[in-house]
């Protein structure tokens, strides 16, 4: 008898999915998150192939002071490539034609298999906005928190832009303000790809059992191609060492104070956030396509909901943004990651 081959529905898998009618049961997915980031992030086509190249003004050119009759070095400018690829995640469901067939439900049987395969999926990719890291697996590409990783201007410049909020050991979280934008942060997709998750009803199609026998199986090819390419450091600003058992105690971070600093940091603001609105781009177009918003987990999000309940609090408000009610920070919308961890070890 062959071996079930992993990843496949079993019969007692079917009849968990099935009601006393034999109709399928409607699950509540203990497992679902609620990750705004996705539908935030700006997915700009590669330049050539899987690779996305800009290139970053590093060192401006030095400028001399001329006395009369006298003369200057001529100087340049430093800039510098910057190369980035996209990822590709995938998977596959895999339904034996004859249990799919099982009691007459196949198109619900398929679709209700298939969203659990995308939360999955995107559950994964949002989690690797943040806390993937290239160094240590070469299939992925460098996250967030592996970016802005450091405290220690004297080990990275991007240190700027971490400011640590007090918390040691491995029970801290992170706060982030990232600006979406063509010259800012944006997420990659391949030349010639569609951006976003693909979907592709493949229909029945052979499979090979673990004896390499085949059978007949209904199958969903599930695929998503992105990567993180970060244009100018300085539009994402993290909010480190949130030490989360102290938030609900009578001495938290002071978020508010926080958020004050993390909107400071940012080159060019929001009008109406900040006294920072000139940009070196021609009309202001790039601020004007850019995308402003502040990340953080449910724990976190709590905290500032009952700061914003406190009627001396200007600046903390419930706004409507997208057609939904959401907490804003003057102005600038605050979404619910629950892809960042409340277990993030002190970041030095």
């Known amino acids: 008898m062959a071996t079930i081959t992993p990843g496949l529905m079993t019969y007692a898998e079917w009849a968990l999915r099935m009601d006393d009618?034999?109709?399928i049961s409607t699950l509540?997915?203990?497992l679902s998150q609620n990750n705004g980031i996705m539908a935030d992030c700006l997915a700009l086509e590669c330049t050539t192939g899987n690779v996305y190249e800009y290139t970053q003004v590093v060192k401006l050119p030095p400028v001399g002071r001329r006395s009369y009759n006298a003369g200057v070095p001529a100087s340049l400018a430093g800039v510098a490539k910057q190369v980035t690829t996209a990822v590709e995640y995938a998977d596959w469901t895999k339904l034996d034609k004859s249990l799919a067939e099982l009691g007459g439900s196949l198109n619900e049987l398929r679709a209700t298999e298939d969203a659990l395969h995308m939360e999955a999926l995107s559950q994964t990719v949002a989690s690797d906005l943040f806390y993937a890291n290239r160094a240590t697996d070469p299939t992925a590409f460098t996250g967030l928190a592996n970016i802005y990783n450091t405290v220690s201007t004297s080990t990275s410049a991007i240190a700027n832009n971490v400011i640590d909020l007090g918390g040691t050991g491995s029970t801290n979280t992170s706060m982030w303000m990232v600006t979406w934008g063509p010259k800012h942060i944006h997420t990659i997709f391949p030349k010639g790809m569609p951006a976003g998750m693909q979907h592709r009803d493949m229909g029945l199609l052979p499979s090979v059992d673990s004896n390499g026998y085949e059978f007949l199986a209904y199958r969903t090819w599930l695929q998503m191609n992105i990567g993180l390419a970060i244009h100018d450091w300085r539009f994402a600003v993290r909010a480190a060492n949130i030490d989360v058992p102290t938030l609900s105690t009578g001495s938290p971070a002071n978020l508010i104070n926080a958020l004050s600093r993390m909107m400071m940091k940012m080159p060019v603001q929001p009008v109406g956030v900040g006294p920072v609105q000139n940009?070196?781009?021609?009309?202001n177009m790039a601020v004007q396509l850019a995308r402003t918003v502040i990340y953080c987990n449910r724990t976190v999000y709590?905290?500032?909901?009952?700061?914003?309940q406190n009627k001396t609090n200007l600046f903390l408000n419930m706004d409507e943004w997208d057609g939904h009610a959401v907490l804003t920070y003057r102005g600038i919308p605050i979404r619910v990651v629950d892809a960042i961890l409340n277990t993030e070890s002190r970041v030095v």
């Open 21 to 23: 009618t034999g109709k």
């Open 28 to 30: 509540v997915n203990l």
């Open 279 to 283: 940009s070196d781009s021609p009309g």
């Open 302 to 308: 709590l905290a500032l909901d009952q700061q914003a």
